[in-house]
């Protein structure tokens, strides 16, 4: 095995022999290189949210013409530490009749939900966590443990508006759940296991190819899991000042700010995974690091997307976000599973290029009959507005007359 084609599989061999030299019993050394595997991951996922903050704070300046960090060190790049070293030293405030348990354990809560997707997602054909036959329902398993988190904040800050945050924000992360879980059928389906890395070896074609309606479901639901605009009202700050995480001060904000930015990059990673072909490509199977190239490069793609859309697009408000939710998103994506389904049936799997262009045009399809209803929707609500003939009428002041001088001395 050579160093540079799989650096981790090769060190990982090489702690194997000398843990085994110095007497570890086989099933201590698996123990070992598990605890130091995950602790790894763990950490350069951590470590890379600075990076993250950096691209993301000076991408979101381009978009918005306007510079971002450009102050500490060279193009603003030691902003981030800065921004680090003040959390670090900031004072932890504790309201007072907060519940501890809940108040506590919310941030930790946070950071462990995105952590845990990572154990499931294969970085390359050789380097994953560990490979379930259940992954796709494990990411949705431990994505409600980040909901959970956010109800803990909300309900053990002692404080209406972090209660009303935490209740709006689980309200929208788990109506936005519905379309996703449904819209992830349709890759389980094509690929015939729930496995991540089963999904992954099945893309010969990129399941956007065979699914770009589930694919586009898919990056809609995973920006409102986010909380990223259009869909932010989770800390929208006009109504809710911060949010569920209002009395947070000092590392435990720090770490919710941490899941933020890597929650967003790590649905832009399962993204590119499930519909992507995640570390497929040329030699990829043959020199795993290219395989992990591959894959950050698809993940980079989506997540410049998806920040592109965050620094353009306004907020939405929270009847308009439910009413795209259930009425739109979930009955297209109960709809188009069950096309996607006969059609994964009735088409022949064989030639490719064929099954392609029939599930492409499938979809081309579904989507113009939906675009064609929400256009009838939309002008039968125009026809039903009542138009006011005349002005409405304006609230003025009650005109006063004058006190004269000599009544007003009298």
């Known amino acids: 095995m050579n160093f540079f084609s799989d650096p981790v599989n090769f060190i990982a061999r090489w702690l194997e022999s000398v843990l085994t030299g110095w007497g570890a019993s086989a099933v201590l050394t698996q123990v070992i290189l598990a605890v130091l595997g995950a602790g790894l991951l763990a950490t350069v996922a951590m470590v890379f949210v600075t990076v993250l903050i950096w691209a993301e704070r000076k991408i979101g300046g381009r978009v918005?013409?306007?510079?971002?960090?450009n102050r500490v060190g060279?193009?603003?790049?030691?902003?981030?530490?800065?921004?680090?070293l003040k959390i670090f030293t900031k004072e932890y405030i504790t309201p007072i009749g907060a519940d501890l348990v809940p108040y506590n354990l919310a941030p930790v809560l946070s950071v462990a939900a995105?952590?845990?997707?990572?154990?499931?997602?294969?970085?390359?054909?050789?380097?994953?966590?560990?490979?379930?036959?259940?992954?796709?329902?494990?990411?949705m398993a431990v994505g409600a443990i980040g909901e959970l988190g956010v109800i803990f904040a909300g309900l053990g800050s002692n404080n209406k508006y972090a209660m009303l945050g935490g209740f709006r924000a689980v309200a929208q992360l788990v109506s936005y759940e519905v379309p996703m879980v449904?819209?992830?059928?349709?890759?389980?389906?094509?690929?015939?296991?729930?496995?991540?890395?089963?999904?992954?070896?099945?893309?010969?074609?990129?399941n956007i190819f065979?699914?770009?309606?589930?694919?586009?479901?898919?990056?809609?639901?995973?920006?409102?899991?986010?909380?990223?605009?259009?869909?932010?009202?989770?800390?929208?700050?006009?109504?809710?000042?911060?949010?569920?995480?209002?009395?947070?001060?000092?590392?435990k904000f720090g770490m919710f700010y941490v899941a933020d930015f890597l929650h967003a990059f790590t649905s832009?990673?399962?993204?590119?995974?499930?519909?992507?072909?995640?570390?497929?490509?040329?030699?990829?199977?043959?020199?795993?690091?290219?395989?992990?190239?591959?894959?950050?490069?698809?993940t980079l793609a989506v997540y410049l997307l998806m920040l592109v859309l965050r620094f353009s697009i306004p907020r939405l408000r929270i009847d308009q976000m439910m009413n795209v939710n259930w009425k739109f998103l979930t009955p297209l994506s109960l709809?188009?599973?069950v096309v996607m389904a006969l059609a994964a049936k009735l088409v022949p799997a064989a030639p490719m290029l064929l099954?392609?262009?029939?599930?492409?045009?499938?979809?081309?399809?579904?989507?113009?009959?939906?675009?064609?209803?929400?256009?009838?929707?939309?002008?039968?609500?125009?026809?039903?507005?009542?138009?006011?003939?005349?002005p409405l009428p304006v609230a003025r002041p009650e005109k006063v007359e004058p006190i004269e001088e000599g009544s007003a001395q009298a």
């Open 114 to 139: 995105v952590l845990s997707v990572w154990a499931v997602v294969p970085l390359s054909s050789t380097v994953f966590g560990t490979n379930v036959n259940v992954g796709i329902l494990y990411i």
């Open 182 to 206: 449904v819209t992830l059928l349709i890759p389980v389906m094509f690929a015939g296991s729930m496995g991540i890395n089963d999904i992954v070896k099945s893309q010969s074609v990129w």
């Open 335 to 337: 709809i188009n599973l």
């Open 355 to 390: 099954r392609v262009g029939i599930l492409v045009a499938i979809n081309v399809v579904l989507w113009l009959i939906t675009d064609r209803i929400l256009t009838i929707a939309d002008s039968k609500r125009d026809k039903e507005r009542v138009i006011v003939s005349k």
């Open 268 to 298: 832009a990673m399962v993204f590119a995974t499930i519909f992507l072909g995640g570390w497929r490509g040329p030699a990829a199977e043959t020199l795993p690091v290219l395989g992990f190239l591959y894959l950050l490069l698809k």
């Open 74 to 84: 060279p193009w603003g790049i030691f902003q981030t530490i800065a921004d680090m």
């Open 64 to 69: 918005q013409d306007r510079p971002g960090p």
């Open 210 to 251: 065979l699914a770009p309606v589930a694919a586009l479901l898919f990056f809609i639901t995973s920006i409102a899991e986010n909380g990223r605009a259009p869909f932010d009202l989770i800390e929208a700050d006009s109504e809710l000042v911060a949010g569920f995480n209002i009395e947070y001060s000092g590392l």
